[in-house]
Nanobody, 120 residues
Framework: QVRVVESGGGLVQPGGSLRLSCAAS????????MGWYRQAPGNQRELVAA???????NYADSVKGRFTISRDNAKNTVFLQMNNLKPEDTAVYYC??????????????WGQGTQVTVSS
């Protein structure tokens, strides 16, 4: 069994910062690519940032220069540092991790989502 849990969302004023965390636990052999997605009401889920097992990163154009994705392999955790937040960043943020389990099965796992609200 694998469990993926996000934390760190909340309410912040425009221009503020938040740091999201996503921790995976359970029968993990290897964490592969990891990423953050978001979904605002009425919109499709979109990729915000992703990081490979080799630490290559890519970002949505709307967050480049403001968000930073990183990972701690020893703790099976991925982070999203969000700076200079804007009201349009308001959404539920989801963590996605591609995990190879100890049973040699590789699949994507999603967290439950964490709400980020940017408002004055």
């Amino acid at each position: 069994q694998v469990r993926v849990v996000e934390s760190g969302g909340g309410l912040v004023q425009p221009g503020g910062s938040l740091r999201l965390s996503c921790a995976a636990s359970g029968s993990i052999f290897r964490l592969n690519a990891m990423g953050w997605y978001r979904q605002a009401p009425g919109n499709q889920r979109e990729l915000v940032a992703a990081i490979t097992s080799g630490d290559s990163t890519n970002y949505a154009d709307s967050v480049k220069g403001r968000f930073t994705i990183s990972r701690d392999n020893a703790k099976n955790t991925v982070f999203l540092q969000m700076n200079n937040l804007k009201p349009e960043d308001t959404a539920v943020y989801y963590c996605n991790t591609r995990i190879t389990t100890t049973n040699w099965v590789t699949r994507d796992y999603w967290g439950q989502g964490t709400q980020v609200t940017v408002s004055s």
